[in-house]
């Protein structure tokens, strides 16, 4: 029988992406990676069953089923091919959790390109659906990888556009946006300050506040009273480990 | 006894529209622009695709959700434009030959949303200039690409959009599963993607199909809803079993993950590009390709 005090990172990462889909209720749960993927999946198993969620490959599986095996079994409830996923982005009922090769102060994400777009040191993803994401609903991100290459004073190109963008844009083009949550192996983050700059929501078990501010290159806010990011239940890591990853793929994005 | 007759007198009557990869790229010319159907690398046709590569035709604009098409036509020199909601392998996140083709600057490029290219592609078949939505505000979609301009609701809330203009494509290229001889295709996936709107968007429209089967058979295999692509909407037909390898083409087949390494392993490699090209690309016919596939295995 596994305790709250064995969980590693990776399972808390995957907790603390579930909590991000908390409140959200019955709308289409769209994390993109490993452990996003497995904390929607972890929340509708618990804590949000009312959310749907998607398979990427067209279909609404109703069960929770494992990562990583194509033939794991599918109780279907309905039909979202691709023209029908940009249609429900549109409608606003959607959460995307995204990745971030680069994210700044005010949720500004860069998932397109590194340096000039027009010639780039290096081609990334591309906009992908970000511009269409962050402007209709609700969007948060994982961040593997929490450095200073990552969390950047400015992004090389605003794939998502964060706060101070938004500002700039104004009511009526923003009120369907927000920044929920970010999410990184060193703690989560959100941007409930008053100028909507990223605020430490909590750290960690086992990193320091000193850790998070210098793998960061801009100035967090709630330093000086952050939370420890909740441990796993029982329940949860029986969860994760016997049902939705039995496999350990979500380990594969710590390195 | 007498609808039956009728009904095989009236297919009977229907044009024949069959012609080889090497004909429908006769009908292709320098500088077009060319839409591709499927997504990623899902459902591509890509005997029209090594068709195009083996021929002269040059500084074609392509518009697609990108796979290996746009990979492929970049590293033969093919493009001066891409047009492109991503250009990925779907297994390989980012398609190598296109990465390199951006890094070096080698072609120009129009990135948009993934859904305000639908939106593009839409307003094409639909024949009106734009389609507009909120998509873009804020990013820098619009800093990337400047000639796209915003529209005002002419309604009381007088909000700002933007406004996704119609892709108009001289051509348009689509794999289906099956289809019969006058150009009725049928998808037997999860997927249609976008490729009705393809079709609809251009002034030609060519469907590579793994089998062409009489009229009266279309619905042996799947029900009515997947007969998404009228004849009306089509110009020649090529029945290319196998057409979308190595991109998948359920129910016929999976991708061949195996030969995707292997191609894109030659973005890395001028070597191994060149042997990749003779062996497989070099192949002066579809039917040809497939024999070098049998080869390898």
Redesign the interface.
């Given at each position: 029988m596994s305790t709250p005090a064995e969980a590693t990172i990776d399972e808390i990462c995957v907790v603390a992406c579930a909590e991000a889909f908390r409140g959200d209720g019955e709308i289409l749960c769209n994390p993109i990676g490993t452990v996003p993927i497995v904390g929607g999946r972890l929340a509708r198993a618990t804590f949000e069953p009312d959310l749907v969620y998607t398979d990427t490959?067209?279909?609404l599986p109703a069960n929770n089923f494992p990562v990583g095996d194509p033939d794991a079994p599918k109780v279907v409830e309905s039909?979202v091919?691709?023209?029908t996923v940009?249609d429900i982005?549109?409608s606003g009922k959607r959460h995307v959790m995204m990745g971030a090769s680069q994210i700044d102060q005010w949720g500004n994400q860069n998932i397109?390109?590194i340096g000039d777009?027009?010639?780039?040191?290096?081609?990334?993803?591309?906009?992908?659906?970000?511009?269409?994401n962050?402007?209709?609903h609700t969007t948060s991100y994982w961040v593997p990888n929490h450095s200073t290459r990552s969390f950047v004073t400015s992004v090389d190109?605003?794939?998502?556009?964060g706060y101070d963008?938004?500002r700039?844009?104004g009511a009526?083009?923003?009120r369907?946006?927000e920044v929920r949550r970010v999410v990184s192996n060193l703690g989560v983050f959100d941007f409930q300050t008053d100028d909507n700059r990223m605020r430490i929501a909590s750290i960690h078990p086992g990193v320091t506040v000193e850790q998070v501010v210098e793998a960061t290159a801009f100035e967090l806010a709630g330093t000086d009273d952050a939370a420890e990011t909740r441990l796993p239940t029982d329940e949860e890591l029986r969860l994760i480990r016997e049902v939705l990853d039995p496999g350990g793929a979500r380990k594969a994005e710590f390195r | 006894m007498r609808g039956r007759f009728w009904a095989r007198a009236i297919v009977a009557a229907m044009v024949d529209k069959r012609m080889t990869e090497d004909e429908v790229v006769s009908e292709l010319k320098d500088g077009m622009t060319i839409g591709i159907g499927g997504w990623g690398s899902r459902r591509k046709p890509m005997s029209l695709v090594r068709a195009m590569l083996r021929s002269d035709l040059k500084d074609l604009t392509v518009v697609a959700y990108g796979g290996p098409d746009i990979g492929l036509l970049c590293a033969a020199g093919k493009l001066r434009r891409a047009v492109y909601g991503f250009v990925s392998l779907d297994s390989i996140p980012l398609e190598p030959h296109f990465r390199q083709a951006r890094q070096s600057g080698a072609i120009e490029f129009t990135e948009l949303d993934e859904g305000a290219f639908y939106l593009g592609l839409m307003a094409a078949a639909h024949r009106v200039p734009f389609y507009p939505t909120r998509a873009g505000l804020g990013s820098d979609m619009l800093t990337m690409n400047p000639e796209l301009r915003t529209v005002t609701s002419p309604y009381d809330d007088g909000e700002e959009l933007v406004a996704i203009p119609a892709f108009r494509l001289d051509a348009a290229l689509i794999h289906m599963n099956r289809a019969d001889a006058a150009g009725n295709g049928q998808f037997l996936g999860p997927d249609l993607y976008f490729d009705d709107l393809f079709a609809m968007a251009a002034d030609k429209t060519y469907l590579s199909t793994e089998k062409i089967v009489p009229t009266e058979n279309l619905l042996d295999e799947g029900p009515v809803h997947t007969l998404r692509i009228p004849r009306i909407f089509t110009d020649g037909v090529v029945e290319a079993p196998r057409g979308a390898h190595f991109t998948e083409c359920p129910p016929d087949y999976g991708r061949d993950e195996a030969f995707q390494r292997e191609y894109a392993a030659t973005a890395r490699d001028p070597e191994a590009w060149e042997a990749f090209r003779s062996t497989y690309l070099d192949a002066p016919s579809h039917a040809e390709y497939l024999k070098a596939l049998e080869a390898r295995s």
């Open positions: 490959v067209s279909v039909w091919p691709y023209r940009f982005v549109w397109a390109a777009f027009r010639q780039p040191k290096a081609q990334l993803l591309g906009l992908r659906g970000a511009p269409g962050l402007i209709n190109v605003v794939s998502g556009p963008r938004m700039e844009l009526p083009g923003n369907y946006h | -």
